[in-house]
Structure formats: structure tokens, C-alpha cells
């Protein structure tokens, strides 16, 4: 289990249990926090500067940071390093800007503080409450507004998904169900649609779910997904949403096609790859032994990272029962070919470039990504790094 996933879990824990220890406290602590909110939003007012304020004080600190680690690299010591302060507090810009939203649609800054929010603020601690409050004020005030496919995207990259599948953004999530029901322009409905199904598609992949409740969720992420570009088929794709797919229609055969080949428990379809020295293979030539798929890029520094756990994963597991399938994203064969000669990667490697088949079907938008496969090509766990229980399950596996 990764760390911020272990991270996820315990707060879940706690929010599970102190209620039960509390009569209820944890509703009345999230009460509190809306009050909180509430007194700064009339503290501060609808003051732009406030906000502009905070911005060049994040660059600020931002130019600071870079400095700081660019020192420690060139001294080979944090000692070498101009210590960084912390961050400045985003809250009372938040506040700021909510408070400009309040003003409604007349305020001439209504939708820089609104991307403000759904930007830079969705970022921190208490982004999820301050995206959901910027993006309702654009399909509130704003519904034409230019860089929707921009800004979905951006609250899309921002949720995470804890071990039991559920989102850590749970405003968000809100927002993507009403986008989807309220918009009444039908290309933001389709939008809304499609981030729905993405948010169920990662909830499949949660670990220790039964049978039957994987195969619910799958249903409700095809429920969401299919029929989404009804009435907008030919519509181009808003910007930022899904490469290599250019209309809604398109969108939505890659997405059904993803939530049914590359989430855990279904079967990856018989996919090809080239080898470093241009020869193609399928996935289906390592049916029979289990395959531990590794997209990785030379840019990635996690990637790098794990080789050692990598290497020792292939050298301790027999051959004719485990096999690792490197899959290179690197934009030249060239660039992973030469880091290879350095970095020894003694196990099958593919290259298949920044856009892909192989990527898109297996829905592969983050390095790395790990995806675990059985004898017969089914899906038995997907993560983004190498956990002592990703790794006991291969072993197992293996076993």
C-alpha cells in the first residue's frame, strides 16, 4: 500500500470512528469548518488584491524553493542550502475569492476568482470545497465560459482514490454529477458524464472488494459511460479530456472499452507492442506465466527509482513462471535505448511513445503505472508503485 494511500485509509478510519466515540462530532466538526469559512468570506470582503497578493507571494516562495533545491544539489548537502520558508496560507485569498463569487455575476472579476479557485486554491488542503464553489459559478454565471475542457481536467488530475475506492474529493465528484445533470448545454452534460465514469472506473479498481461488488461498480461505471456523446457524436473533444480520441463518440468506445478491459478483474485484450529492436509482440505471447506490465519513461523519476525492487523482482522469481513487460513512453526510441546502456534493465522492454494503442485501451495517463496480470491475462491489481503488498501479491502469485 503506498504511502498516501495508507494516508487515505487512516483518515477514513478516524472519520469512521470518532463519530461513534463522539456522538456524531465529526458532522458538528465539519459544521464548524463551513462557519469558519463563513465568518472569513465576511471578514475579508470581495477584495481582489487580497488574492493578488497571495499569488506573488506564492511565486515568491515558489523561486525561493528552487533555489533552496538547487543549492542542495550543487552542495551535495541540505547544510549547503538556504533554508525555504513555508508556503504563504491560501486561505484568505480562498475567502476573497469566494466572496467576489457571492457578488454574482456583475463582478468584473468574477472569473478570474473563480479559476483562481478551481486553479491554484484547488491544490491545498481545502481545494476540493473551493474548485466545487469556482466551478458552479462558472456554469452558474459563466456556462460559455473558453477553457472548460482545461479546468475539468485539472479537477479530474486532482482526485484520488483510497484503497476502498472511494474519492478523496468527494466536492468534486458533486460537481461532476450535477455538471452532468444540470449543464444545459449538452457538449458540458457529455463532459459531465464522461468524468462520472472515470471516477467509477478507478473505484473497480479498489483493493478487497468482493466479486460482487467489483462487478457493481463496473455496471455503474458503464451506466455513466454508455450513451454520454448522445447528441453531441461529432463534437470535438474538449481540450485537456482523453488523448488520441477527437470526437465524443470516440470518447465515449475508448472509455467503455477501458472500463471493460482495464480495470481489475477483466481480461486485456490481445495488444501489441515493438520491442527495442523493432520486432512486435503481443501480450498474449506471455500468456501462461504472470506478467508484471511497467510503464515507465526515462523522465520519470519514481520509475528510476524502483529498478533496484525491480531487478531483484526478476531475479528471485523463476523465469518460466514471471516475466517482466517494461513499456517505455519515451517520445524517441532513442532516448530509452541509451539510458539502458547505463541503467541495465535486464527483462523484456517495449516502446511504444507518448500516444499509443497499448496506453489508451489500458487507460495509462500517469508513470508509473503497474498493471499485474494472471496466467490467462486478467487484471489482478493496478498501482502506481511498488508497495510491500503489490509486492507480496506478485510473489504470491508467482508462488
Avoid at 524517441?332 to 507518448?354: D, K
Avoid at 496506453?359 to 503497474?370: E, G, H, Q, R
Amino acid at each position: 500500500m503506498s504511502t498516501s494511500n495508507r494516508t487515505f485509509v487512516a483518515l477514513g478510519m478516524v472519520l469512521l470512528l470518532f463519530p461513534a466515540a463522539c456522538g456524531g462530532a465529526a458532522g458538528e466538526e465539519g459544521s464548524t469548518a463551513d462557519q469558519q469559512l463563513a465568518a472569513l468570506v465576511a471578514e475579508v470582503g470581495p477584495d481582489w488584491e487580497v488574492v493578488t497578493d497571495y499569488m506573488s507571494r506564492q511565486r515568491e516562495w515558489t523561486q525561493q524553493r528552487r533555489n533552496s533545491l538547487a543549492s542542495e544539489d550543487d552542495s551535495g548537502s541540505p547544510e549547503g542550502a538556504e533554508e525555504a520558508s513555508g508556503p504563504p496560507d491560501v486561505e484568505r485569498a480562498a475567502a476573497a475569492a469566494i466572496a467576489i463569487l457571492e457578488v454574482g455575476g456583475a463582478h468584473e472579476r468574477l472569473v478570474d476568482a473563480a479559476q483562481f479557485l478551481t486553479n491554484q486554491a484547488a491544490m491545498t488542503a481545502k481545494g476540493d470545497e473551493y474548485a466545487y464553489r469556482g466551478a458552479k459559478a462558472l456554469l452558474e454565471y459563466v456556462p460559455d465560459f473558453g477553457a472548460w475542457g482545461m479546468t475539468l481536467s485539472r479537477m479530474n488530475m486532482l482526485r484520488r482514490f483510497r484503497d476502498d475506492g472511494e474519492s478523496s474529493r468527494p466536492a468534486t465528484d458533486r460537481f461532476f454529477e450535477e455538471l452532468a445533470s444540470e449543464a444545459e448545454d449538452p457538449v458540458l452534460r457529455a463532459a459531465g458524464r464522461y468524468y462520472l465514469a472515470l471516477g467509477r472506473m478507478a473505484a473497480v479498481n479498489a483493493e478487497a472488494l468482493s466479486e460482487d461488488e467489483r462487478t457493481a461498480r463496473k455496471e455503474a461505471a458503464l451506466d455513466a459511460a454508455e450513451g454520454l456523446s448522445a447528441g453531441v457524436e461529432d463534437e470535438a473533444l474538449l481540450f485537456g479530456m482523453r488523448m488520441g480520441a477527437g470526437t465524443f463518440a470516440d470518447a465515449e468506445a475508448d472509455l467503455i472499452r477501458s472500463i471493460r478491459h482495464a480495470t481489475v478483474g477483466s481480461v486485456v485484450p490481445d495488444l501489441n507492442g515493438s520491442r527495442m529492436n523493432g520486432v512486435e509482440e503481443a501480450l498474449s505471447d506471455y500468456r501462461g506465466r504472470v506478467v508484471l506490465l511497467d510503464f515507465w519513461a526515462t523522465w520519470c523519476k519514481p520509475c528510476i527509482a524502483a529498478l533496484p525492487e525491480l531487478r531483484r523482482l526478476v531475479e528471485e522469481l523463476p523465469a518460466d513462471r514471471f516475466v517482466l513487460l517494461a513499456v517505455s513512453v519515451d517520445a524517441e526510441l532513442e532516448t530509452a535505448v541509451e539510458f539502458m546502456e547505463e541503467e541495465p534493465m535486464p527483462w523484456v522492454n517495449w516502446h511504444v511513445g507518448m500516444t499509443s494503442e497499448l496506453t489508451k485501451v489500458l487507460d495509462v495517463s500517469a508513470f508509473p503505472t503497474y498493471i499485474l496480470l494472471d496466467e490467462q491475462g486478467r487484471i489482478l491489481a493496478r498501482t502506481s508503485g511498488l508497495p510491500d503488498d503489490f509486492l507480496a501479491l506478485i510473489e504470491e502469485t508467482v508462488g
